[in-house]
């Protein structure tokens, strides 16, 4: 245990979100007031625990049969705390707008006494399992983004990227490839990330720092993505080097940056309007859907800058 508590000191400062004062409010904020149906649904049993997926979907006369795209939203936290409520507001607004959507739980050092290693298999048996259980959710399997902010951003780009961390229990025969990225503010590049903090008391080894790192494994294959950072946030080293590496390969790869905002802004007011207005219009992008963004940005709101 203080060996793990060494690496959470090296690695959580920059993963966890800063309060930027005169930024707004930390606590959850409605981005709809149309109603949503709210499931929760268990997914995965761990030897540390439950793991549950928080599903909402649309309401309603909305509620016709048929498959619907599916986000899949991970918290932030450094691998250490967090909940699935961090993106709750995301979740109500897309699900307002046609999508199903799911906020997945997955095992955090503070309550499980695990390393990044265990997230980034669950986050791909979540996956796993939303695209195995497409039917039963109302999900089309061939539209599933992997969505998170911080270090569940980072998780989320793991599922797309880095291979292996296959749950023993998992169906392999599925996929855990997610066909699209939703990335707010992700750690990238978790080896230089080690390499500029490891000392020997740290439980993870080099090995498990390259083996989690998005940036090496990008491929031809590698789903379109957006970006969001604010251009004080150290971590966006590694989202620029994401996208040099994505784009020189003929992908889709949008960067949006928040003039002068830290790590973690995305989720306050007004930025959460901002950023998830953009989210909309990338999904609607894609296909996944239709019509203008219901979601009204506030007065004066900030604009992000396209890179």
């Known amino acids: 245990m203080k060996t793990l508590l060494c690496f959470l000191l090296l690695f959580t400062p920059l993963l966890h979100a800063q309060k930027a004062k005169g930024q707004g409010k930390t606590a959850l904020i409605k981005l709809t007031t149309e109603p949503v149906k709210t499931r929760k649904l268990l997914y995965k049993t761990t030897p540390?625990?439950?793991?549950?997926?928080?599903?909402?979907?649309?309401?309603?006369?909305?509620?016709?049969?048929?498959?619907?795209?599916?986000?899949?939203?991970?918290?932030?936290?450094?691998?250490?705390?967090?909940?699935?409520?961090?993106?709750?507001?995301?979740?109500?607004?897309?699900?307002?707008?046609?999508?199903?959507?799911?906020?997945?739980?997955?095992?955090?050092?503070?309550?499980?006494?695990?390393?990044?290693?265990?997230?980034?298999?669950?986050?791909?048996?979540?996956?796993?399992?939303?695209r195995g259980h497409a039917v039963e959710l109302g999900v089309d399997p061939d539209k599933i983004i992997a969505a998170g902010g911080s270090a569940g951003g980072h998780l989320a780009a793991c599922t797309a990227l880095c291979p292996g961390f296959d749950a023993a229990t998992d169906d392999k025969t599925i996929s855990a490839k997610p066909n699209a990225l939703v990335l707010f503010n992700p750690a990238m590049n978790i080896a230089t990330l080690f390499k500029e903090r490891a000392n020997t008391q740290s439980p993870i080894s080099q090995d498990m720092a390259e083996a989690i790192t998005p940036n090496s494994f990008v491929s031809k294959d590698t789903p379109p993505a957006i970006l969001f950072f604010g251009s004080a946030d150290a971590l966006k080293a590694g989202g620029d080097e994401y996208v040099s590496k994505a784009r020189a390969l003929g992908l889709r790869a949008e960067m949006w940056s928040a003039p002068n905002m830290p790590h973690g802004f995305f989720n306050r007011e007004p930025w959460i309007q901002v950023t998830a207005r953009q989210v909309d219009q990338f999904l609607g992008s894609l296909g996944y859907l239709g019509g203008e963004p219901s979601l009204k940005l506030p007065e004066n709101a900030p604009a992000m800058v396209k890179e």
């Open 48 to 130: 540390q625990g439950e793991l549950d997926m928080h599903v909402f979907s649309p309401a309603g006369e909305m509620q016709a049969a048929m498959l619907r795209p599916c986000v899949v939203f991970f918290f932030g936290g450094g691998w250490k705390s967090g909940t699935y409520a961090q993106f709750v507001p995301q979740a109500e607004y897309l699900a307002s707008r046609g999508m199903i959507a799911a906020c997945a739980d997955y095992r955090i050092a503070n309550i499980h006494q695990t390393l990044p290693d265990s997230a980034v298999e669950d986050a791909k048996s979540a996956i796993r399992w939303v």
